[in-house]
């Protein structure tokens, strides 16, 4: 291992052996990036001296052999799951006695879900409201954890007539993806408000770089997207516009944006290594949550042409401490699959309970 806590690790043998696999024969189209993508990924350097921040199993000093290997199916740009460098690059996938491989996505959550239920990746995070719809219709994959709340938000322009939720009837809103998070998440709130999310408001898909574009000549009178586009969006306004919702609006103060999933044949073959791999992501969120600075400095690495200040400030203006497992994550699956049953994006034979006890495992069981 190197010395140097902060210097990427290059790909090893392995790495470049397992994506040769993965663009192979039967893998989903467009599922990997070459393996020159890969210089930040692979396995992490020692722990730091310093004592851990959070402990939240004894596990990690229970854990003894060789290390249980993890094939992670990772994007790197998506800030809201800074945990998992952070695991990485801060030793807590080491204590834990975890082995963790990148596997980097070229794509969207549909890829990273299909690599984990045909076993080309055994583990994957990001936003829970991506998740639901390929879970209902019976995509095998296990949910462990909750990772944190926020980074989901809603820009106008600031002297225009949108001043909230309600002011978007008859509306027009852009998203970068018609499918995406932002769109599912602001339906709801639409549905909140008493707006029918398919009729009250039309939506625009435009790529995230020309979201700001499109809102500022007003092809669009709202524009919704994901940190860390959101955030810089709202930077690149340069006061023009102004948040006027988030996924810690109302009810979601309290609940999760992303979470961490596994293939289910990993949950019933070896749940300790899945248990030992959620309490490391766990520990490295609370790190997220204490340290925003350290983990903005971690996350870098993967986004070089932001800033580590912006990075830490949006690290901050989310709920990194918030990580629910078991049946508090089973209630936050309950109430977003409801939600999104009204938004008309579940449907509405779908038994919300049933799905959560189907999809979310205990693993302090």
Same mark, same amino acid.
């Given at each position: 291992?190197?010395?140097?806590?902060?210097?990427?690790?290059?790909?090893?043998?392995?790495?470049?052996?397992?994506l040769a696999g993965l663009v192979g024969v039967g893998a989903p189209l467009g599922l990997m990036q070459a393996a020159r993508a890969l210089p930040a990924f692979g396995r992490g350097p020692a722990p730091l001296g310093d004592p851990l921040i959070?402990?939240?199993?004894?596990?990690?000093?229970?854990?003894?052999?060789?290390?249980?290997?993890?094939?992670f199916a990772y994007n790197g740009t998506g800030i809201c799951t800074a945990a998992v460098p952070v695991a990485?690059?801060?030793?807590?996938?080491?204590?834990?006695?975890?082995?963790v491989e990148f596997l980097q996505l070229a794509g969207n959550t549909d890829q990273m879900l299909q690599a984990l239920a045909t076993d080309k990746a055994d583990a994957g995070s990001s936003?829970?409201?991506?998740?639901?719809?390929?879970?209902?219709?019976?995509?095998d994959v296990k949910l462990t954890t909750g990772l944190h709340g926020g980074c989901t938000r809603?820009?106008?322009?600031?002297?225009?007539?949108?001043?909230?939720?309600?002011?978007?009837?008859?509306?027009t809103i852009g998203v970068s993806s018609i499918s995406g998070p932002p769109r599912n998440f602001f339906a709801i709130l639409l549905s909140d408000n008493g707006l029918d999310p398919q009729t009250d408001v039309q939506w625009r898909e435009f790529p995230a770089d020309l979201l700001l574009v499109a809102l500022q000549r007003g092809e669009v009178d709202a524009i919704a997207?994901?940190?860390?586009?959101?955030?810089?969006?709202?930077?690149?306004?340069?006061?023009?516009?102004?948040?006027?919702?988030?996924?810690?609006?109302?009810?979601?103060?309290?609940?999760?944006?992303?979470?961490l999933g596994v293939r289910s044949s990993l949950w019933a073959a070896d749940p300790a290594a899945v248990a030992a791999l959620t309490h490391a992501i766990r520990d490295a969120a609370h790190h997220v949550a204490e340290q925003p600075d350290d983990a903005?400095?971690?996350?870098?690495?993967?986004?070089?042409?932001?800033?580590?200040?912006?990075?830490?400030?949006?690290?901050?203006?989310?709920?990194?401490?918030?990580?629910?497992?078991?049946?508090?994550? %089973? !209630?936050? +699956? *309950?109430? =977003?699959?409801?939600?999104?049953k009204r938004a008309s994006i579940i449907k509405p034979s779908t038994?919300?309970?049933?799905?959560? %006890? !189907?999809? +979310? *495992?205990? =693993?302090?069981a």
């Open positions: 291992m190197t010395s140097d806590q902060d210097r990427p690790a290059s790909p090893s043998r392995r790495n470049l052996l397992a959070c402990r939240t199993s004894d596990s990690a000093e229970q854990a003894k052999g060789p290390p249980r290997h993890i094939r990485l690059h801060r030793g807590y996938f080491a204590r834990y006695n975890i082995d936003m829970l409201l991506n998740w639901l719809k390929p879970l209902e219709q019976g995509i809603l820009f106008a322009v600031k002297e225009s007539s949108v001043k909230d939720i309600k002011s978007l009837k008859g509306k997207d994901s940190d860390p586009n959101a955030w810089l969006t709202e930077r690149r306004g340069n006061g023009s516009i102004v948040e006027i919702a988030s996924n810690l609006s109302g009810d979601y103060a309290d609940l999760s944006c992303c979470t903005a400095e971690v996350f870098s690495k993967y986004t070089p042409k932001v800033a580590v200040a912006d990075l830490a400030a949006m690290l901050r203006s989310h709920t990194h401490s918030h990580h629910p497992a078991g049946e508090a994550l %089973r !209630r936050e +699956v *309950v109430k =977003i699959t409801g939600d999104l038994d919300p309970v049933k799905l959560a %006890r !189907r999809v +979310v *495992v205990d =693993i302090a």
